[in-house]
């Protein structure tokens, strides 16, 4: 189907090609991405894929430290539980203990100190892992039975 167009409406349209070749400066040739287009994907890319491993590497540091925390409030509270089950008022001072939870050594220090009231000690388990860098802390009350 013909469309019918002035003469005067002819003469203003572009030649043919001339659409294909405004914006290209090679003219109405698309044959793909010039350099600087594949350079920029690239960089883009990298910084992706980069910023991927960082966060990858740093969720694997985070498990490692909560199993060894976990592991280390294992032996605080198993030394603490230990305390409440004889069923004695603590003496107060400090004294060292060790332990082994998941494969791992621990080793710590507990501190038993006096209390506003005289019916009451505080107790702080201190543990630290097997090159001594602490771990956690750990306190609580305990009362005279």
Known sequence: MRTCLPP???R???PEGALAALGRPGGGRNRGF???EVLVALVIVAI???AGIKAAGALANNAERLAE???GQWCAENL???LRLTQQFPDIGESNFACEQLGRSYT???KVSPTPNPLFRRVDAAV???QGQPVLSLSTIMGKF
Do not use: H
Request: proline letters at 4%.
């Open 128 to 130: 630290a892992n097997d």
């Open 8 to 10: 005067r409406a002819l």
């Open 48 to 50: 992706a894929l980069g």
């Open 12 to 14: 203003a349209l572009p």
């Open 69 to 71: 925390v976990s592991a």
């Open 108 to 110: 710590g220090k507990l």
């Open 80 to 82: 603490l539980t230990e």
């Open 34 to 36: 010039t350099l600087i």
